[in-house]
């Protein structure tokens, strides 16, 4: 889940990113990571992700923790690049930072059992966004997680926003994580993809899809521990487009 600094979208990522295995959705778990990435050709002025070159690497921290009340997941990027701003004047740093903290409470810990063959959990779901540059974004909705067989995790998350630059407006939120082949397999699918309206730019789409290998265990190491492969980095309103492939590789936290 990439550092996105802009009042038109924001992530959720409470178990794509972090735990392939379905133990993910299970109570008291734990996981970080660090992730690093790099692509060519980010031109994205309306996140920060906009450099002189179109070259730019991000350094991610993820952190997910799962209980009975619920989850609760925060990252933190550093982007790194020859930054320029919004009308492509370079900027007098080369890097970047941006965060957020998305903790959901599972309605299912208060007496009200959402759950049936379909839907895992309900949650009263939150977040909140934040740059080093002074923006803030505050989300507050509700969650549902489903059950569908071959995702450890999918849902979706259904906010109302407010941030530093926009009216009031709608979030909706979707994220996945799969495994890609049988049960056996070193693949992996995650990603998420984020749907919110704007004042003057219409409907604003940011996506994130992912393709992930378990190389350590390809060559002998634990298995669950490295990853690489791919994430593409996809964000549309009425006034851009930018589309960015990137490599990236994944290493999970004790």
Known sequence: MRARRSCRLATWGCVLALAPAATACAADFTSSNIELLYGHGFDDRYTGANTSDRDMATFTYENLVVRDWGDSFLFVDV???HLVDFAGARRDRSA?????WQPRLSLGSLGVDGSNDLVRDVFIATQ???????F??????????FKIPGFSAIGVNVYLRK???????AQVTTFWTATLGGADSRWISEGFVDICGTDHDGVDIMAQPR???DVGSRFGGRPGLWYAGIEWYYHHNDAMTTSVPQIMIKRMLP
């Open 96 to 100: 970047q930072v941006y965060s957020e």
């Open 163 to 169: 941030d530093t630059f926009n009216a009031p407006t």
């Open 136 to 145: 803030y974004a505050g989300m507050a909705g509700l969650g549902v997680d």
């Open 211 to 213: 393709v992930l290998h």
């Open 79 to 81: 982007d790194s690049g």
């Open 128 to 134: 909140v966004n934040a740059g080093d540059d002074g």
